[in-house]
């Protein structure tokens, strides 16, 4: 049985700062005039409402903590001064992050240095300026040592290999992490050991919940041989529900290639549709009692003197952007159309991972001549996979040249981690909205 067009959406869960930004009758083409071509729309007033309901988790639960946004989920400037005014802190992973993170406000101390295999200039850095360091493995280990010795100290976690992510290449096997300890004790004037940190795949609150508990006896036994041990990261994975659940499920009951161009399959997608999100998932992993005690994990937080630590990047930013892409044309098909638009997948992540972003994108104006339409949107590149969205998806009206689409929640992970200037073609411009004179106004993202 074919389905209804109404049926056929999958509208996102918006914020109220992206609906009055589709009601203005002239912000978005102003916008799209004045760069020329795609951009991206930012709200840093609702990351940083985000980080505040991350912080206010911690405190309700008794936990003393802090917030590392995860600077890779998207490159613009402006998150960072919201972190550095909310006094947390940011990821980083490159002397890049690092040096644009202290460019833009944030205290060395209040940087958590990650990745795989860092190099030595910034190990160095995070030795100069007290970040900390998630250390990742024994030859790292050794190579922050040398900089320890010679700069003076330096602020390290272990990173765990969790059993949970067996294959991943990321942290210490548990033999690793014993020879790591001994090396803490045995450079314990040049290393302060503040404890373990892990990242999880999946977002699942049970797995969090008990790996910090398995870990906070680490850091008791730690202690004991004469380290700090105090603080333990449990690193991002914090779900983000893009979707209602009832438009998420009948998505997944009908997900046939059916629904997409040419008769595209995928594997796999993002559950667009999670509960529990953002820190309301922090407040459950908190709330889960731990290990088998009466205790929950929060309180022996509060009650072992142990500091969490947590690096959420697209939670923080849910809510927080949208892509804006001019239409540049449109080509009937049998059953649908294909809209040409200006602009490149890369500047959609989820599709280079062979997946699909799925959350429909908005036409603008939404009113005007024509009847309903179903289509697919296409890049504006020589590559027949240059595809937005395979998916044929319903619009209110036939596209036309100077309409736009408005892809929404693109923030976290969605923008720029892909993107590239096939064709010569510039990146979209950052555009950050913020209220003044009791309405919303918009600047360029500083550099």
Known sequence: MELTQEALRLP??????????????????????????PYHLLHPEQFGRNLREFGRALRTAGVDGKVYYGKKANKAACWLHECATADEGVDVASTQEFSDSLAHGIRGTDLMVTGAAKSTDLLWLAARHGSTVAIDALDELERAVSVA???????????????????SR?????????????????????????????????????PRASLASELLD?????????????????????????????????????????????????????????APTGAEMLAAILAVPAGG???????????????????????????????????????????????????L?????????????????????ETGPG??????????????????????????????????????NTAGYQMDKNESEFHQRPLPRRVVAFRADGRLQWRLDRP
């Open 371 to 408: 009847e309903p339409v179903r289509a697919c949107v296409g890049g504006a590149s020589c590559l027949d996979y240059d595809m937005l969205s395979w998916r044929k998806i319903p619009f209110p009206r036939e596209p036309r040249s100077g309409d736009l689409l408005i892809y929404p």
């Open 218 to 274: 680490r850091c008791l036994a730690a202690r004991v041989q004469g380290l700090q041990a105090d603080a333990i990261s449990i690193g991002g994975g914090f779900a983000v529900s893009y979707l209602e659940a009832e438009d998420w499920h009948r998505f997944l009951d009908r997900g046939t290639g059916s629904l997409f161009h040419g008769g595209k399959e995928f594997s796999h997608f993002y559950p667009y549709h999670q």
């Open 170 to 206: 990321f942290g210490f096997s548990p033999d690793e992490l014993d020879r790591a300890l001994e090396r803490c004790i045995q450079e314990r004037d040049h290393l302060t050991m503040r404890g373990f940190s892990f990242h999880l795949n999946g977002y699942e609150v049970a």
């Open 293 to 343: 005690r009466s205790a929950t994990v929060g309180a022996r937080f509060a009650q072992s003197g142990t500091r969490l630590l947590l690096e959420p990047g697209r939670a923080l930013l849910d809510g927080a952007g949208c892509t804006v892409f001019p239409v540049q044309g449109f080509k009937p098909r049998e059953d649908h159309g294909i809209i040409t638009a200006d602009g």
């Open 12 to 37: 996102a869960k918006e914020a109220p700062w992206a609906r009055e930004v589709r009601e203005d009758p002239r912000m978005l083409a102003d916008i799209a005039r004045a760069v020329g071509g």
């Open 345 to 365: 997948s890369t500047s959609l992540s989820e599709q280079w991972k062979g997946s699909e972003f799925l959350p429909d994108p908005v036409l603008w104006p």
């Open 149 to 167: 010795r010679a700069v003076g100290s330096m602020q390290v976690l272990l990173r765990v290999l969790p059993a949970e992510n067996p294959h």
